[in-house]
């Protein structure tokens, strides 16, 4: 992969939530899969997953889980927890998840959770390739 993927918040499938103005996924206060997807095949290499999102309301004491999984079996290959007073409430910030595939990985999704009453909106998911940086003296 030589160029970043993007997927739009509302075209990402998921399990709690609902897609507003066109291209945002929105929180509806049900604990469960906010997003997750977008099942596509990676090459090895380290990759950055990049989730646009913003707090809606004020911040509560819990944590958004964000998690990298690959098949066969939903193998974890990265996972990080944000509490929800992090996430910006003006703007959308982006919540970056570093990863590293060992070998070309399929299905891969980028999975959302949400607990029971918290309100967020996905604007997007950027997956970005890393690339080595070569150094001279």
Do not use: C
Request: aromatic share 8%.
């Amino acid at each position: 992969m030589t160029r970043y993927r993007r997927f739009l918040g509302s075209e990402l499938p998921n399990a709690v939530g609902r897609n507003e103005k066109g291209s945002l996924r929105v929180a509806d206060g049900q604990e469960g899969h906010l997003s997750f997807g977008p099942y596509i095949t990676l090459e090895a290499g380290d990759y950055v997953a990049g989730i646009y999102m913003r707090r809606v309301g004020p911040a509560k004491p819990a944590n958004i889980t964000i998690d990298v999984v690959t098949d066969p079996g939903e193998i974890e290959v990265a996972h990080l927890n944000i509490p929800h007073r992090e996430i910006l409430d003006k703007v959308a910030g982006i919540v970056a998840v570093p990863f590293s595939l060992y070998g070309e990985a399929s299905n891969l999704q980028i999975r959302v959770f949400v607990p029971a009453g918290i309100m967020i909106e996905i604007e997007e998911l950027v997956i970005i390739p890393m690339r080595a940086r070569r150094w001279t003296a």
